[in-house]
């Protein structure tokens, strides 16, 4: 076969809020020659998702941010096609952060897991079953400690880690209860997701649909969104309450910080926790969570959803669309044939 | 003896912000018939604490409002002068829930604890061997969790508790950085209370002084002042920093809450967590912290400093005056001798 391109979604500039098309530049580069211990992967599904919007800012983050001119960093789910690691093989499936291009020759230590579960779809790698999956079971888990009877609220409730945070608390007990913004994704939380109650926040009076929904106040806040949204949910809140902070969708830029509502008083009154939440701290531990999803989605307790679009050449403009809300599942972009 | 007049500072009207002297009256009253299973308590020392001011106010708490006309709740310390419950006997020392008032008749529920380190000043039994001494060692032990060689940064480090914390930080092992208003408390901060570099946030640029003093960033933040001072301690944050919300003495009013930099990112990118904390959810451990505290202070290892005033209408004026910063110690209301 003659030798392919590597096409690549390379980042041009430097946005200061949310990346759009123009910041990336997509470029023809070779496929790159394989050293002693590397792999090369023909990736398939490239991931969409909020955190990269931080993985591009220059401001203060949990890794560096990525260079001007290099390949945009991203998860991705491929095949390999060439070892020089006896661990690896051709025709393994693998996931890692192998960035928006077709090929990427890495190393061992940047595949994350090779992919075991092949009677469940090769997508769900990069959802349900990949990060995003993870995020909702450690986050919730770990971070927010719900307890049977209590009352969890999710913002982007519909959304890929959300929709599965939502539907691990019901699985732990809870009563869940979804924010989404729009008729179609409260529909999607309430049908699909198995939300007690879904709110869609851009039909007006948030307060009042709170009060409404969590009349005993909230247990949990799983929060993806900050802002006002948060900021509603926080005047709910019961004694002893857990917020976690996993991301922050409705802040367009944080440089310089947007202005909003105190909320010592409702932490100190209510002895509530907020706290942030990288599920790369949990990295020892992703068996684990991947283990218990792939349980959950076999015994069709958790359902899920993906968008998913044809053409690298949708990746560029793909993370403001994800901003904008305009998807109602995981968003990934499909560059190759699962086959091969 | 000729039958004594019960004076109380009660609750005239509720401010909506800070309490002052013209919110309270003082009336004379008849000493309280006792009833069986109650004691009779002739307060020696009245307290003065922050917390006070979230007690008056109507908006949500912890605790009920004190009712207009009601005698202003406040810890205090007393001799028991009559009895009908077996567990206590006239001469007995005691520190409780006693109110704004020469005499008590209580339960002995309300009463805390007979006070028993007699070797120690009985004043203490209000601060450092009281709830501001227990405050700090459960919100910084128990909520802050310090591990040796961490940075530990104290708003309203000179106070009754900020001062506490500060000195118990130090037996851990942690580096600490006290935050206090003016040179005298400052002083203080570094020669009675042993921080390792106190910043007078009046004198000008905090954010500079912070970045000198937390060279590494900041681990653990006891916070009794939320606003500007938290501000800028919250960009200073190591990964995995725990911020302890005590207190929020720089808010003059909640209602409505006043706005400030939202806090998320901060929180999401360094994984910390803020927390609130009430110490009276640790009341079943009191004796623990009390038996350290008392231990600490006998070896010289903590120190303390009190301002006494002598004569109930200094009460009325006394939280006002606490939060402009004006005590230099914890901040009492003598109105007996303490023979009798």
Request: include cysteine.
């Given at each position: 076969?003659?030798?392919?391109?590597?096409?690549?979604?390379?980042?041009?500039?430097?946005?200061?809020?949310?990346?759009?098309?123009?910041?990336?530049?997509?470029?023809?580069?070779?496929?790159?020659?394989?050293?002693?211990?590397?792999?090369?992967?023909?990736?398939?599904?490239?991931?969409?998702?909020?955190?990269?919007?931080?993985?591009?800012?220059?401001?203060?983050?949990?890794?560096?941010?990525?260079?001007?001119?290099?390949?945009?960093?991203?998860?991705?789910?491929?095949?390999?096609?060439?070892?020089?690691?006896?661990?690896?093989?051709?025709?393994?499936?693998?996931?890692?952060?192998?960035?928006?291009?077709?090929?990427?020759?890495?190393?061992?230590?940047?595949?994350?897991?090779?992919?075991?579960?092949?009677?469940?779809?090769?997508?769900?790698?990069?959802?349900?079953?990949?990060?995003?999956?993870?995020?909702?079971?450690?986050?919730?888990?770990?971070?927010?400690?719900?307890?049977?009877?209590?009352t969890?609220v999710?913002s982007?409730?519909?959304?890929?880690?959300?929709?599965?945070?939502?539907?691990?608390?019901?699985?732990?007990?809870?009563?869940?209860v979804g924010i989404a913004g729009?008729?179609?994704?409260v529909?999607?939380?309430?049908?699909?997701?198995?939300?007690?109650e879904a709110i869609d926040y851009k039909a007006g009076d948030l307060d009042h649909a709170l009060a409404a929904a969590c009349p005993e106040g909230v247990?949990?806040?799983?929060?993806?969104?900050?802002?006002s949204i948060t900021d509603a949910v926080m005047k709910r809140l019961?004694?002893?309450?857990?917020?976690?902070?996993?991301?922050?969708?409705?802040?367009?830029?944080?440089?310089?910080?947007?202005?909003?509502?105190?909320?010592?008083?409702?932490?100190?009154?209510?002895?509530?926790?907020?706290?942030?939440?990288?599920?790369?701290?949990?990295?020892?531990?992703?068996?684990?969570?991947?283990?218990?999803?792939?349980?959950?989605?076999?015994?069709?307790?958790?359902?899920?959803?993906?968008?998913?679009?044809?053409?690298?050449?949708?990746?560029?403009?793909?993370?403001?669309?994800?901003?904008?809300?305009?998807?109602?599942?995981?968003?990934?972009?499909?560059?190759?044939?699962?086959?091969?």
């Open positions: 076969m003659s030798q392919p391109i590597n096409r690549q979604v390379r980042l041009k500039s430097r946005p200061s809020g949310i990346p759009q098309a123009e910041h990336f530049e997509i470029v023809a580069a070779p496929v790159p020659e394989l050293r002693e211990g590397q792999v090369l992967v023909r990736n398939i599904y490239l991931s969409v998702d909020p955190a990269m919007r931080g993985w591009v800012n220059a401001a203060a983050n949990y890794s560096e941010p990525v260079p001007i001119g290099a390949v945009m960093r991203s998860f991705a789910t491929g095949r390999v096609v060439a070892s020089r690691d006896p661990a690896y093989a051709p025709g393994d499936y693998v996931t890692g952060m192998f960035g928006w291009q077709d090929y990427a020759a890495v190393h061992a230590a940047s595949i994350d897991r090779k992919i075991v579960e092949r009677d469940l779809p090769l997508s769900t790698s990069l959802g349900v079953l990949g990060l995003n999956g993870v995020t909702a079971y450690f986050g919730l888990l770990e971070v927010g400690q719900p307890k049977a009877g209590e969890v999710v982007t409730a519909s959304g890929a880690v959300g929709s599965c945070v939502g539907q691990i608390a019901k699985l732990v007990g809870c009563r869940t729009g008729a179609e994704k529909r999607l939380c309430r049908e699909l997701f198995r939300y007690d247990d949990v806040y799983f929060d993806n969104t900050a802002g019961r004694p002893h309450a857990r917020v976690v902070i996993c991301g922050t969708a409705s802040i367009s830029a944080w440089d310089p910080p947007p202005e909003g509502p105190r909320v010592e008083r409702h932490l100190l009154v209510k002895r509530a926790r907020m706290q942030g939440f990288v599920v790369l701290d949990y990295a020892d531990r992703y068996h684990e969570a991947l283990e218990a999803l792939a349980g959950w989605i076999r015994e069709g307790a958790i359902d899920y959803r993906e968008e998913i679009v044809d053409g690298i050449e949708h990746a560029p403009g793909s993370i403001a669309a994800l901003y904008r809300g305009e998807n109602l599942g995981k968003r990934l972009v499909r560059i190759a044939s699962e086959s091969g």
